[in-house]
Each structure stands twice: as structure tokens, then as C-alpha cells.
């Protein structure tokens, strides 16, 4: 039986740029990585609390949610783990205990046809079991459980791979709304050897229906190899 | 880790009138029989198949997925127990080992101001803790665990509860796009005391975000009882 709680403890709205029309496509690297660095600092602010999880989230275009056109990204302190990432964190421990292997870094590893953008310390791969057509996912490199524990020296790196591939599906798919989440580890366990701090960008291309909202088992109709191709397609410039 | 599985096995449309125009709101209660005599004989007619799980689904209006305009809805026979109805059945079961009765009995009985309906044999109500604004379950007030268990004859009632509640629903919304589906117990398996079959109802009203799909929880403005109020309200004629 799932629990009711009240309003949110923690909402914030983190304003991306001061120019009315600039969306995250457009900005530069510099910018991109003070939104990032903003997300940061502030779920490294909300260590110590009772927020148990920092849910960082972007709705882009009115399809995706979006009730306010300026740029913008929000983050909401949550006072216990949210299902989903439950679910990704038993996943991932099942995995280790076959394999003693984080299912993350083999992501990383054997991204293969699916790679979309390989950077120095990041890339961006169509995952293997995505929800939604071009679905795509960013990830460090090297093992790291939660996204706070990024160096900020290492912001630059991911705000040029982020930059890189939202222009990327904007391209390929004619500025499509879309969310980009964060999933990371709990704020209040320490570093884990299974879980693997990652974007997830879901471009929205089509309605969900009676089958996913019933079942919880989403119809692709696009490979997520199909997916990586047509976005490499719109590459024109290398990292 | 989820699964892929390719197509699926059973894919069938039912188209619910001769009459391209009608909806289901405007359907006669006959009419609406059929409809649900036709979900019945299709579900009975695949046990003793390798399918596990029928789900039926309809999704009316282009906000709701609906690809074609002419009333159907839509049956999809699956090789296993879909993710969203094995939770179901895990927190039912759990419930049930507690306390030793069924949760959606409780739910019937329980409604109070949650309820919406109140037929001979079923009742709509607005669940405790509702995803969407406005979100309706019709049940059984007979415990049964399988849709297909429910006798012809009782279907006629059926009929007559579910296009009441499609109707106040179009009048209170304003003829919204919505989802509907059938919750059942699986196919291969006999009737379970702590499962209760029941339709859900979801309008659209609102896009999801990349809260709701980051974490799976639903941000949901309006309480149940201000629902079911709501919903009250527009009842001109009582069953």
C-alpha cells in the first residue's frame, strides 16, 4: 500500500540564465556548469537533515510539463528514498552479488553501438532497456555512487558531454519537450560499490497510455542501437 | 534489471459500437454489456494458453494515446505478470497477512466520502491514495479476484455503474481525454482471497514530469474526497 505524505519539505527552482529565451541547448559550457554546480552545492546543503533524497529534475517544453517558460530546473528534498530509485538500488545490489561488478560501470563498458558521446570522464549511451524512444543516459566513467561527490573540477567535462548531447536530440528530433533527471545514491548512505550516479534525458515523443499505466511495461518501438545511430547522425563537432 | 520481450503474442482491438461518432459516454447500458461480455469471452477463451496476464486497456482521446478516433478499446494477453500488477498483488498479500482481509473489500466498505457510486453489486469509488486528480476505481462488492469470474448476468450492472461514472466524469471535467483499465488476478492462477479485480479511471488533466518519472511517486493537487465531491456534484439521476 503506497504512503500519502504531505507538500514537499524542500522545493527549490534554480533559474538557469538571466536571458528570458535561453534554453539549456543553447547555453554555453560555462553557464551549463554553474547550473550543475548550483545542484550541487545545494544537495551538499541538505546533508546532515532529514532528507533522505534530493530528486533534481528538468521539465523542458510544455509536453514535458513545463508550467514556466524562463529556464529552469528544480530539486526537491524528499524525506525517505523515492520508489524508483528503490527499485534501481535493489537492481543494481542483485546485480553486484551475481557479478561483484557495478551494472553502471558495465553500462559504461559495453555501450558499444549504443555509445551516443564518448568524453574524457563522461559518456552518453542509449541505455539497453530504455522506456522511451531516444531515452539517454549520461554517466561518469569512473565509479561513483552519488552525484555530490563530484569534483567541481569536474563539472566542466559533464557540462560540455550535457550541453553536447540536449543538442543532440534537439537536432535530431526538432526541439522536442523533455525531462532530464538525476539518480544518484541516497544522501544519507556512504559511498556504494552497485550504484552508479547518472542523468537520464527522456525526449517526449509520445503519449502514455492505458497499457503503460496499467502494466508499468512501456512499448519502444525504436532499438536503443537505432536510437544511438540516428543521434550520432547530428554529430557535427567531436568533444 | 528490467526485461526486453519482443512484440506481443495477443494484440486485439475491440471496436465498441457501428457508430463512428459514439463514445462511451453515450452508449446505452446494453451496449456497454456487450463491450464487457466480448473483454469477458476473450479472457476466457486465452486460459490454457502460455499467456499469463490479459490486460485490457482503453485509452480514449489523443491526450490519452488514443491513435485512432472511433470507440475501441484494446486487449493485450502477456507471457508474464506485469510489473504494476505483481506490486499490486505483493502489497495485497501483505495486507491480507495481517489482517486477514482483503484490501479492496476494505476499500468498499471503507469508502465513506470517497464514494462516488453506490450500485447494487458495484461501487465507484475515488482510491485512498489516488495518483491523478480525479482518478476513479469501480470494484465488485462481492469479493472476486478475476474479471472473468463475474457472471454474464451481472454485467448488465456493470455496464450501467461504468458508463454513470464515464458520464460524470465528462460532465465534471468536461469531457476529458482519459485511460481506463481492467486490474485483475493472473490468468494461471485460482481465485485468491487477497485479490479484488477492479477498473481504474484516469483522466488526463495534467502532463507528468520528470518528478513523477524519476521517482515514481505523483505529485496529485487534489485529495480524494474533493473528488469524489466533485464528481457527486454533477450526478443528476442516481442508479
Not at 550541487?40 to 534530493?54: A, M
Not at 565509479?143 to 561527490?149: D, K, Q, T
Amino acid at each position: 500500500v503506497p504512503n500519502l505524505f504531505p507538500a514537499l519539505d524542500v522545493h527549490e527552482v534554480i533559474i538557469e540564465s538571466p536571458d528570458h529565451g535561453e534554453t539549456m541547448a543553447g547555453m554555453t559550457s560555462g553557464r551549463l556548469e554553474q547550473v550543475l554546480a548550483a545542484w550541487r552545492q545545494r544537495v551538499l546543503d541538505l546533508r546532515g537533515t532529514h532528507i533522505r533524497y534530493v530528486h533534481i529534475f528538468k521539465n523542458h517544453g510544455v509536453e514535458a510539463g513545463a508550467s514556466l517558460e524562463h529556464s529552469h530546473s528544480q530539486l526537491t528534498g524528499l524525506p525517505m528514498v523515492p520508489h524508483d530509485v528503490e527499485e534501481e538500488l535493489a537492481g543494481a545490489l542483485r546485480y553486484f552479488a551475481q557479478k561483484a561488478r557495478c551494472i553502471y560501470c558495465d553500462h559504461v563498458r559495453d555501450a558499444g553501438t549504443r555509445a551516443v558521446l564518448n568524453a574524457e570522464h563522461h559518456v552518453a549511451i542509449a541505455p539497453p532497456v530504455p522506456r522511451f524512444p531516444f531515452e539517454t543516459w549520461i554517466l561518469p566513467r569512473r565509479h561513483a555512487s552519488h552525484f555530490e561527490s563530484e569534483e567541481p573540477g569536474a563539472l566542466a567535462g559533464l557540462a560540455c558531454i550535457l550541453g553536447q548531447t540536449i543538442r543532440m536530440i534537439d537536432q535530431a528530433l526538432r526541439k522536442p519537450a523533455y525531462n532530464l533527471f538525476v539518480h544518484t545514491a541516497p544522501l544519507d548512505e556512504g559511498p556504494l560499490g552497485h550504484y552508479h550516479w547518472h542523468i537520464e534525458i527522456l525526449p517526449k515523443l509520445a503519449k502514455v497510455g492505458g497499457f503503460e499505466w496499467g502494466t508499468g511495461i512501456h512499448i519502444n518501438e525504436k532499438t536503443p542501437e537505432q536510437a544511438a545511430k540516428a543521434l550520432q547522425g547530428t554529430l557535427g563537432e567531436s568533444l
